[in-house]
């Protein structure tokens, strides 16, 4: 197959042969914890790629050989997923957080310091804040604006004569979609790299997922995402990727082996199900957000919106994002006006929203991340980055866009009504 086709037309067929497979269409699910080898040789050569212990020989992949380690369905993921942003290699984890954790730990150890962009998701920042600390290893973040002889002096400051050994950057940040430039962080990283060892820039590009950024473009060296998101996009799968150079996943991948957080084979085959659409519901998700953003941006009951297709005109932020990003997508966030009972109140008025975490998917979801995705990020933090009382994060799904503003309208009144009799 032609690899130089776009990535959408190679997802119902790339690295699957059917007629290898009695001719189904599909890939079967190879529901097996364990391969048999053709003989000790094969056996052998097999173990010492899946332990790191030799380069592959030119044209040499790793073989089968136990679920914990790889199977079929996960291999044709993980080259699948890598086209899109024009990566050697893949990785899939059982989670999100697996994803994060491990390639952390891959690359950052006891004694090392890490490099991180803020607002991140939660379970992130309590990685960062809670987990690392537990091994010895340091945190020093920076905001979206910073520049980059400011951030290396934050680093060089608070840890005198070390050098981070990652910058992990998540943009668009979580919750607020705070968009951080991914060439000034690659510069940054390259300063504190040296012959003996290269910082490595991670990227999350869950919210705008492998359709509508491509931070290898501008300097990354691995993209990490929660693919529970818009990768897998119906709500039925849980997991987690990375893309990047063969050379540093495999790295993982290894790490990976002995953390025992692969993903299992029905679920990469749920997610191979989903790559197959992803295109197509990106682009429908970020077509009626810009509808509902247009609707919240003006709107009395709002007093700050947070969407990456509003952001102010000769704006830093602005220069950015069409730089880096190819669309908006489907993240909004803004501020009620009022508090925590205004906010509180209208999310339990959305009755076409499904009031739950996690986004990306084909219904809409709505949360209140102060006190639910991000009520473990340290108050003060919270209070600096904008995760406010007042702060609603919608996901914006495939239903029509008007009937989504009329719940939206909805939920606005009975705020407004209590809101007056509350004055009476």
Not at 190 to 201: G, H
Not at 232 to 246: L, M, P, R, Y
Not at 296 to 320: A, F, N, R, T, W
Request: hydrophobic fraction near 40%; aromatic fraction near 8%; charge should be negative.
């Amino acid at each position: 197959m032609d690899k130089k086709m776009k990535p959408e037309s190679l997802m119902m067929s790339h690295a699957y042969d059917a007629h290898e497979h009695q001719g189904a269409v599909k890939c079967p699910i190879y529901q097996t914890s364990t391969f048999a080898f053709n003989n000790c040789e094969e056996g052998k050569a097999y173990f010492e790629l899946a332990y790191g212990l030799r380069e592959a020989n030119e044209g040499e992949e790793m073989g089968m050989i136990y679920s914990r380690l790889n199977h079929p369905n996960m291999d044709i993921l993980e080259k699948r997923l890598a086209l899109w942003d024009e990566a050697e290699a893949g990785a899939f984890f059982s989670s999100g957080m697996a994803a994060i954790s491990t390639t952390i730990l891959s690359f950052v150890k006891p004694g090392d310091v890490l490099l991180f962009s803020h607002p991140v998701y939660g379970g992130t920042d309590h990685f960062i804040h809670h987990v690392l600390p537990q091994f010895n290893i340091g945190a020093v973040g920076f905001v979206k604006g910073e520049k980059e002889d400011v951030i290396i002096e934050r680093v060089e400051k608070a840890y005198p004569g070390r050098k981070p050994s990652m910058v992990y950057v998540e943009t668009p940040g979580n919750p607020t979609n705070s968009i951080i430039d991914i060439e000034m962080v690659s510069r940054v990283a390259k300063y504190f790299s040296t012959n003996e060892k290269k910082c490595v820039l991670a990227v999350d590009n869950t919210f705008l997922g492998p359709v509508f950024q491509h931070p290898m473009e501008f300097g990354a060296d691995l993209v990490v995402y929660s693919a529970t998101k818009f990768i897998g996009g119906h709500s039925d799968v849980i997991a987690g990727a990375i893309t990047g150079s063969a050379d540093l996943v495999m790295q993982v991948k290894v790490m990976r082996t002995f953390f025992g957080s692969q993903l299992d084979p029905n679920s990469s085959w749920l997610l191979q199900r989903s790559l197959e659409t992803i295109k197509v519901r990106m682009e429908a998700q970020a077509k009626t957000a810009k509808v509902v953003a247009e609707h919240l941006k003006d709107h009395p009951m709002v007093d700050q919106i947070h969407y990456l297709g509003m952001l102010e005109e000769g704006s830093e932020m602005k220069e950015i994002f069409e730089r880096q990003c190819l669309s908006a997508g489907s993240m909004i966030a803004f501020d009620i006006v009022g508090g925590e009972k205004e906010a509180f109140m209208f999310l339990d008025n959305l009755k076409l929203f499904k009031l739950a975490v996690s986004l990306g998917s084909t219904e809409s979801l709505a949360e209140h991340p102060a006190t639910m995705t991000h009520v473990d990020v340290a108050p003060e933090d919270r209070l600096k980055l904008g995760i406010s009382p007042s702060l609603v994060r919608l996901s914006i799904g495939l239903e029509d866009s008007q009937d989504l503003i009329d719940q939206i309208e909805k939920a606005f009144e009975v705020v407004k009504k209590a809101n007056s009799s509350a004055m009476c």
